[in-house]
């Protein structure tokens, strides 16, 4: 016996609410009243596929075989931006995400201001902040790592403040119960349940920022992204595709890791 595929609205006369019509509507009238505004011409677009088919093409050359060494330790310098700064981040991120969530804040003051910070570092990107920085204390890995951190701050803070703000209260109240101190609550009742939420927010922002560390170098602060610029700008091609096969090659690995070690803590 085949049963036939139901595609009727889940209401009683099976016809979709007023409501859901018009806020459809209002979405696809505001994405067409924006399209030429943010100059989206799918004619252009269009046409503008053999220039990438073009540019595709010239990236299959024989790799710069002289140049890996030299890649090898850019690539090295990236990653050790990246694991720096979000550990350096995720030290700083855990008391901010308490402090920044309302069932753990200890007064409405505290948890304003933290916000407030919190936001105020992720207002700008990580090209911003290292431009901030590289004026700070000059060239190099270090203000990549700077604005790596302080951004990361931000975004982790905010992951963990809206993770501790949905632990369940049973066991936060079993706790207390117990007479356990403000502290102690927090370590044995609130961290516990948000551990799974932590590890995968951490994994993405370390994936995340091994994207961003690769482009810091355009602005003097270290890693791979420098060579990665001026490869595409002088047409070296030859540099450029050993540049990125190798940063999709350490973000699919980094991926499967984080995968891997998720599901174990699950």
């Known amino acids: 016996m085949t049963s036939s595929l139901n595609l009727c609205w889940p209401t009683r006369n099976g ?17 067409l009243w924006a399209a030429p505004r943010a100059e989206i011409d799918f004619v252009r677009l269009a046409g503008s596929i053999p220039a990438m088919i073009e540019f595709v093409g010239r990236l299959l050359v024989m790799p710069d075989w002289d140049y890996l060494p030299e890649l090898g330790v850019k690539m090295l310098e990236t990653i050790e931006m990246t694991f720096l700064a979000t550990s350096i981040a995720l030290v700083l991120s855990l008391p901010f995400g308490f402090l920044a969530a309302k ?9 304003h201001a933290s916000r407030s910070a919190l936001s105020f570092m992720r207002a700008l990107p990580e090209l911003v902040w290292a431009l901030v920085f590289v004026s ?80 810091l170098g355009l602005v003097g602060a270290g890693g791979i992204g420098y060579d990665m610029v001026m490869a595409m700008r002088l047409f070296d091609y030859d540099r450029l595709l050993p540049i990125a096969l190798s940063i999709y090659l350490v973000v699919t690995l980094l991926d499967r890791a984080s995968d891997r070690l998720r599901r174990k803590v699950i």
Do not use: C
């Open 15 to 31: 016809v979709p609410p007023a409501a859901a019509l018009v806020t459809v509507a209002l979405v696809f009238g505001l994405l």
């Open 136 to 215: 700070a204390v000059g060239l190099g890995p270090l203000p990549g790592v700077m604005a790596l951190a302080f951004v990361t701050v931000g975004f982790m803070g905010k992951f963990f403040a809206e993770s501790i703000e949905v632990v369940d209260r049973r066991p936060v109240e079993g706790v207390a119960a117990h007479g356990a101190g403000w502290l102690q609550l927090r370590t044995f009742a609130h961290l516990p349940q948000v551990m799974p939420d932590f590890i995968g927010t951490t994994l993405y922002i370390l994936d995340h920022n091994l994207r961003a560390a690769a482009i």
């Open 103 to 111: 069932n753990t804040s200890p007064h409405p003051a505290v948890f």
